[in-house]
């Protein structure tokens, strides 16, 4: 299924909090009606045309966490999911049916709550490894040296190498599709 021309777009920089390192070079990325009706399969091969593998379903975990090894594209495949990004008092996001989410390395998130019958398609560029980190003692500087090792992907999960990521993660210089 194609993605949905007239998808909105937001962005948000999520900064270091002490617990959870944040990304101060790259903003997380919501994409809104990426695809109308979906189901997982959907989800799955829309990253993996686009170069985001490693694909799983499954759901977001109800703690806090980031990756220090990989970006992470999520979409959501079916139902609805409030998420908080950054840790405790960072922002929430509804996400529905059809919504998808670029989450750089370093960006902690957490399911706050979800309807019965949510799930969520996740990917990495390139099928990079990931790691879970939940901001505990000792993780950094370790995790920090790791976010900085993380290699840009070649493309946007959602709209591939002319998606509006590669002008906002600054992989193209011209201006950026959707609203920022």
Do not use: K
Not at 1 to 27: K, S, Y
Not at 144 to 162: E, F, K, M, R, W
């Amino acid at each position: 299924m194609p993605p949905i021309p007239d998808r909105d777009i937001a962005t948000l920089m999520i900064p270091d909090t002490g617990d959870f390192p944040g990304n101060a070079d790259l903003p997380l990325v919501l994409y809104t009606n990426v695809l109308a009706a979906t189901n997982h399969d959907d989800f799955e091969a829309l990253f993996l045309s686009n170069g985001w593998s490693g694909t799983w379903r499954n759901g977001i975990f109800p703690y806090h966490h980031y990756h220090s090894t990989a970006h992470e594209a999520i979409g959501i495949a079916r139902g609805t999911v409030r998420v908080q990004f950054g840790g405790e008092g960072g922002p929430e996001f509804a996400l529905n049916t059809g919504d998808a989410v670029v989450i750089p390395a370093g960006v902690a998130h957490r399911n706050l709550e979800s309807s019965d019958d949510y799930l969520v398609v996740g990917a990495y560029p390139g099928g990079e490894v990931w790691d879970v980190h939940t901001g505990i003692e000792g993780e950094r500087p370790r995790s920090d040296s790791n976010i900085s090792l993380v290699q840009l992907p070649t493309g946007d999960p959602v709209a591939g190498n002319d998606g509006p990521l590669m002008v906002l993660w600054g992989l193209r210089t011209e201006e950026a599709g959707g609203r920022r």
